[in-house]
């Protein structure tokens, strides 16, 4: 059953595939990385905020914002839905400014592969855009 991209369906049928993907709780074993993200420009013209908080071999998926959060990513919906669906390559997203990521950099390339694995297993979500 499909979801509506980044609605709070979407929000449990991510938390429940990264629950389920082999790949992305190998890869969280002993990490801990807080991601915050913000969506800018949403349909209905505001933006919002999730995150991916990943600690105690466990990842948590949310809406909202996290108080002391690692990293922040920022894009617009548009962004983000072409990422989701993969038409769009982050690393091109980030390089031609459509992705901006502050914070502690140094910690979000050293969980990289995690990260990887986070894009995997949310890319099985179902989503309608």
């Known amino acids: 059953m499909s979801v509506q991209f980044l609605s709070q369906d979407y929000v449990a049928a991510a938390q429940e595939a990264l629950d389920g993907h082999a790949g ?11 991601l915050q993200f913000k969506v800018t420009d949403m349909p209905d013209g505001g933006d919002l905020d999730y995150y991916i908080n990943i600690a105690d071999d466990a990842a948590v998926v949310g809406l909202g914002e996290l108080e002391d ?3 922040t990513v920022t894009n617009s919906y548009e ?7 993969g038409e769009l390559n982050t690393q091109m997203a980030f390089m031609t400014g459509k992705l901006k990521v502050s914070g502690e950099m140094a910690k979000l390339m050293l969980n990289i592969g995690a ?6 297993a949310m890319s099985e979500v179902d989503a309608e855009y």
């Open 24 to 34: 992305f709780q190998g890869a969280i074993a002993g990490k801990e990385l807080a």
């Open 69 to 71: 959060g690692d990293v």
């Open 79 to 85: 962004t983000a839905a072409a990422m989701s669906q």
């Open 115 to 120: 990260i990887t694995e986070m894009t995997n």
